[in-house]
């Protein structure tokens, strides 16, 4: 390895997840049984991707584990909070995203994952009744109780390093107020105030997180950490930040599939998007609130890679949809159909549909590894605040919109951003070239 200025990863890595439901218990399920030489952890970049690093004569193509210091599967250790008790194995059974005997050979690592009681609102995800709950007064108190969680579980549990992941449901739509979301200050005031309708339990996470020196990575879009007195908060605890709302199947196709159109300078009339689900995520997002969060996401993606402005004969006006449909039969594998119409040379119109049959939780996985070992890895070089290398993970990344900042959606820009990060920090040049 060549010299580099980041920390080594010393010690027990605890990632600390929020919610224990399907696609947190795939996540630790998998990294069990990939510990064990059991399963393959297929899909993560950090386990599997190689880049070039040097140019000419000492180009080579690395592993990020070779280029910088990266945490290995062994030194992490899991908890979890959620709104209903079950231990991690017994949620992983009642997900039914992995068959049993994928789960049994790591039932006793998974039965050790307990979830901690939930920071937790009712109004704010209105089709969940757990009992598995913090009692507090304000959202204040919610933050000391969740400090005081993460203090606790790493000194049990002897970690070097905190990491902590929102993987739990969608949160209804929480408009940004810039009376109350723009400073640290006003935050504060607003959880001490207990203002419960500006401050949703997730941020309470966040806050409690960055006091407590984790990383925080928000994989819903919930608005949580994407507010300027979180930011102002990341830049005071010197730690990173990411979101929003992991970039799985449809948004993923999208970002990848909408660059060709772009560069081919073919026209766009319209996008229609429509999935079915059938899990507790999909029974969550029938509720019209917690679906407005996860609609304003995903339709940010198409706006920054195909833009009117730039191209006003081949992209103005185009009517874009997204619609997600709760239908419990198919449970986590969810189908999503895309209907693209676009147009060529004279104007002349053509479809493309694109039927993806994937399975959500097997998907985001992979995504809550490499967000959970490359925030720590950002942690120990130093690196601090939003951190937009992690879009290429993110379905809605996070800017600084009150910088006019513009988020970077297009999959191959994103590639080029993760892979210049991890170049820089283990001291290469960043380079524009795309391999
Ligand atoms: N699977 C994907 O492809 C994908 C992609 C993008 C985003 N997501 C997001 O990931 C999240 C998790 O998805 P899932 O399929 O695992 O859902 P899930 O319903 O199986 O699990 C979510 C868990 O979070 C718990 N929870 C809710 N509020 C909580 C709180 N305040 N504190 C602690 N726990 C709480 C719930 O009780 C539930 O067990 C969702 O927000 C989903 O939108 C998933």
Redesign the pocket.
Known sequence: MKATTVKPAEGKLGILV?????????FMTGVFMARKGLAKPVGSMTQYDKMRVGKGADKQYLHYADIVPMASLDDIVFG?????PQNAFQ?AMY?EVLKEKDILPVKDELEQVV?MK????KN??KR?D?DNVKDCKTRWEMVEALRQDIRQFKAEHDCARIVVL??????IYVPVNMEVHDTMAHLEEAMKANDTKNIA??MC?AYAALAEGAPFIM????TTVDIPAMWEMAEKTKMPIAGK?????QTLVKSGFSPILGTRCLGLSGWFSTNILG???????DEPDNFRT?EVSKLSTLETILKPEDQPDLYTDYYHKVRINYYPPRN?N?EGWDNIDIFGWMGYPMQIKINFL?R??I??AP?CLDLCLLSDLAARAGRYGIQRFLSFFL?SPMHDYTKNEEAVNHLYQQYTMLKNAIREMGGYEADEEID
């Open positions: 929020v919610g224990n439901g399907a696609v947190a218990t795939t979890t909070w959620d709104v209903y949620s997900a979830p939930a920071a937790f609102d704010f995800a969940l757990g929102w993987a739990a449901s969608t949160e339990p997730s996470y994989g819903a879009p919930n709302d992991f970039k799985t199947g899990n507790r995520d999909g029974l969550v997002l996860k986590d969810k994937c959500d939780s998907l985001a995504l379905k």
